[in-house]
């Protein structure tokens, strides 16, 4: 089963086993045993409240955490990775750059997952009354427990600063964990964060295109071709054998169902989005095997093979061989049956959970429903309400999700947020930068935008293989996390009198 929709947010890596996305991009080899250190990671669990805002409910859970300490000296800083909308995998906690800077400043590292991602379970099942507890909100909150927690469990000095780190939605997190909980959070590092909640990200396919066209513009010109190819055959009900086969589809289409053609042009197009928004990341370890975009630009390109629709169908051949498939799936009663699946089994729970978030707090859907859209014209923005209101009920309907996107962008400032000392970080190729902080607005905040770079690129371990211009970007976040870590601008107390009045 081949299923991405909402797939493409996370810094997905490593872990191939589990998850829609992994499925989807598990292209090639986990990084090296090199990259890693040796070190065994264990998990720990710290007791938390199940809803931080209600006194009277006593229900706690165990939330799951990894810490590591060889680079620790007495007095360092705290680093802090929060967990975003998948389980937490300890190959962050043992690597990526930021154990690089953690071995600069002698910090301590501790990774915390996300309640109702992975292997903490804050209830009983994921039914949708009980993810009314899964909120950005009540997850701030359990980071704020946490860390207040942790100060006391491994005695940390009060003194130490600690450093929130995060990417994608855990990036939004970071920023929003600075902002909400200054007095906790000293600094942090947010990468390819969207900031901004929309319904209709139509953005987002506007980057892939422009990172296609900045590669090959006859790559966007063929890609247009083949969707309208696509759409001539489904609208005439003619032919739809040829897509069948072309398209190596596990059941056969039927060319009159709104939804599983919707679905259908999502899946190919998102042929291209999960290779653009991931491009050339430090994933791999051995590229030899990777694709990237310019291998699919090259097959949309290749003249020796016929028309626009069959380099459409052979780079659909080419991702079907790389994540081992043998047919297209596109059912859209498939993927609802999925997303309705409660179990924490569910090897979609992630999906489940963070359609959910879409559905309540962000929307983030990507659209195509605009004029001479590359990729088709099947993704209106109500192909995704009405999905939520069929997974979660009714009451989930468009009205809900407006009033929730509303609340998260007046809740957290949107782009106009109000806080010092975060560095944002994003990669021109990455679409979410089209929803994130790219430009720097005050002298105690600032953007870095590297361009080239996809999605998270600055948080994965440094390569030999890295663009010049991301090897200066993470010395530029190294270089205010030393000004943050050294320079205190607040006032030294000691010599503050209070202005008194008797
Ligand atoms: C708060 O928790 C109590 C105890 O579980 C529950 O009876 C009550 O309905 C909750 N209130 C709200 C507003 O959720
Ligand atoms: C990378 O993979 C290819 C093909 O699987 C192999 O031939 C090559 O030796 C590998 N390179 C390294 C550096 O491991
Ligand atoms: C173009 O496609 C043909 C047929 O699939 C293949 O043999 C050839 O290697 C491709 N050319 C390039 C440049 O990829
Ligand atoms: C595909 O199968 C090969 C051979 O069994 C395996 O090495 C590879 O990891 C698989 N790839 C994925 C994405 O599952
Ligand atoms: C939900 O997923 C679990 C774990 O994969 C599976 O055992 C169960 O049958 C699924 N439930 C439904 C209703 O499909
Ligand atoms: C935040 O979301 C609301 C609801 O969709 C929207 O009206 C508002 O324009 C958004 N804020 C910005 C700055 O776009």
């Not at 507890?133 to 940390?156: C, H, P, R, W």
């Amino acid at each position: 089963m081949r299923f991405i929709i909402y797939a493409l947010l996370g810094c997905v890596w490593w872990d191939v086993t589990t998850g829609a996305r992994r499925i989807k991009l598990g292209l090639g080899e986990p990084n090296s045993p090199e990259t890693r250190n040796a070190q065994p990671v264990v998990d720990y669990w710290f007791q938390q409240k199940l809803d931080h805002f209600n006194a009277t409910d006593k229900r706690t859970w165990k939330q799951r955490y990894q810490i590591n300490e060889q680079f620790y000296k007495s007095g360092g800083p705290v680093f802090l990775m929060i967990g975003g909308e998948d389980k937490m995998s300890s190959k962050w906690t043992n690597s990526g750059a930021w154990i690089e800077y953690a071995g600069e400043f002698n910090a301590v590292c501790f990774q915390l997952e996300h309640r109702f991602y992975g292997d903490g379970h804050p209830t009983e099942d994921a039914s949708t009354a009980n993810l009314v507890y899964l909120s950005t909100e009540q997850a701030l909150a359990d980071l704020a427990e946490f860390m207040v927690g942790t100060k006391a469990t491994y005695n940390i000095s009060p003194e130490s600063k600690w450093i929130a780190f995060g990417g994608s939605y855990s990036g939004s997190l970071a920023a929003w964990l600075r902002m909400k909980y200054p007095h906790l959070v000293h600094a942090a590092v947010s990468s390819s964060a969207p900031l901004l909640a929309k319904i209709d990200f139509h953005e987002y396919y506007k980057v892939v295109e422009g990172a296609l066209s900045t590669y090959k513009p006859a790559c966007v010109t063929q890609i247009k071709l083949a969707n309208q190819m696509l759409n001539a055959i489904i609208e005439s009900d003619k032919e739809i054998k040829y897509i069948n086969k072309k398209f190596k589809l596990c059941d056969p289409l039927n060319a009159k169902n709104n939804k599983d053609v919707s679905i259908l042009f999502e899946t190919l197009a998102g042929n291209f989005a999960g290779i653009v928004q991931y491009n050339k990341d430090n994933r791999l370890s051995n590229r030899t095997n990777e694709i990237t975009l310019e291998t699919l630009c090259d097959i949309m390109t290749n003249e020796s093979i016929a028309s626009p629709l069959e380099k459409y169908a052979a780079v659909n051949d080419r991702m079907l061989s790389s994540n081992n498939l043998t047919c297209t799936d596109y059912v859209y009663e498939n993927t609802v049956n999925i997303l309705k699946n409660i179990s924490w089994e569910s090897p979609y729970a992630s999906s489940r959970q963070w359609t959910y978030q879409t559905c309540t707090e962000f929307g983030f859907y990507q659209t195509s429903n605009q004029d001479e859209h590359v990729f088709g014209s099947k993704l209106p923005v109500n192909f995704f309400t009405d999905m939520c209101a069929e997974v979660y009920g009714e009451k989930f309907d468009a009205d809900l999700l407006a009033k929730g996107v509303d609340r998260t962008n007046w809740t957290y400032g949107e782009l106009n947020i109000k806080e010092t000392r975060v560095v944002y970080v994003h990669g021109s190729v990455d679409p979410w930068h089209a929803l994130g902080m790219t430009r720097t607005k005050t002298v105690k905040t600032a953007a870095i935008f590297i361009v080239g770079t996809a999605h998270c690129a600055n948080m994965y371990p440094s390569a030999t293989t890295d663009l010049p211009q991301l090897t200066k970007a993470r010395a530029t976040i190294k270089a205010f996390l030393t000004d943050w870590l050294t320079i205190s601008d607040d006032l030294d107390s000691a010599n503050q009198e209070t202005v008194r009045f008797d």
